[in-house]
């Protein structure tokens, strides 16, 4: 008669040993389960599935994406971290990201370790493992590292776009972050991302960028970015984000996802202030309907434009006091 061992003995041990119901098989065999047992248990019909080589699930049903992440980080050993969508996604990003044949886990391992990758999982080995940030339980790599991992590995312009977009606006990564993470890895698959970075150089923000590309299908595009207005007297008048000098109009881009600190939302109102002071009309847009309403946008600058042709031009100048 086959001895019981401490999971047969004591039926809440294998709760205490897993992660979401994902155990590794080595855990089990330690418990004094054979691995005959344990083969046979994952057999279709089984109470149990292999997810991975030597990693378990505690259930035959279809596993949730956590208990995927932890099958990914209990095959790929102690040290391994989460990078790439699968990180993205839980800082928050929203990837615009074509319906996949299947949900991948990317992995990152130090350089000196030999995991392949296999299944749902990526592994990739390398010699700038970073300070994971942990997240719900899952170590993840810095989010500058996560969506350059996540790019470039992406061929689809608006898909690369978006996602670096998304770490900028709502995960409170720089521009600057991503180009200089892209110029410590490798440079495989970075041409995209980086000629995307070199176009939105000029801009304050990323989404001053996609209001750039934006206005180019403006009837009356804007003669100027972000260049200083003075008043008649010489005073600073603003520095509006886009300019159109020959009605005095502004554009500013303007969002609670910039401008969430008390001191930034009061020196909004007072550039508002003074712009009606001196009759400078301005058009406030959300970087978020640069997406989701862009011919919205577009009407509402067109009628702008069209109302501000019909009153005096404001007495500010470009660039230099008078």
Known sequence: MQRQGRWANEPDVLSQYSVHQVIRAKTLESLDMNSKVIYRKCLPGGPWRRLLPGVILLHNNDPTPDQLVHAALLYAGAAA???????????GLRLNVPAPSEHRIHVLIPHHLKRISTDFVTVERTKRLPRPWLRAGVPLAPLARATTDFVRRIRIVNVVGQAMIEAVQRGGCTPQALAEELDRGTKR?????????SEWARARSVAEAEAQK?????????????????????DYAGRPDFWWDDVGLAWEIDSLDFHFRSADYARTLRRNSRYASLGIAVVQTLPSRLRTEPKAVL???????ATALTRPRPSVSVGEPP
Not at 81 to 91: F, K, Q, S
Not at 214 to 230: D, F, G, I, M, S
């Open 214 to 234: 934006l206005a180019r299908a403006l009837p009356h595009p804007p003669t100027h970015q972000n260049e200083v207005l003075y008043d008649h007297a010489g």
């Open 81 to 91: 971290i989460v990078t790439g969508e699968e990180a993205c996604r839980r800082y």
């Open 299 to 305: 009407d509402e600058l067109r009628a702008a434009y």
């Open 189 to 197: 698959g970075t041409a995209l991302p980086r000629r995307l970075l």
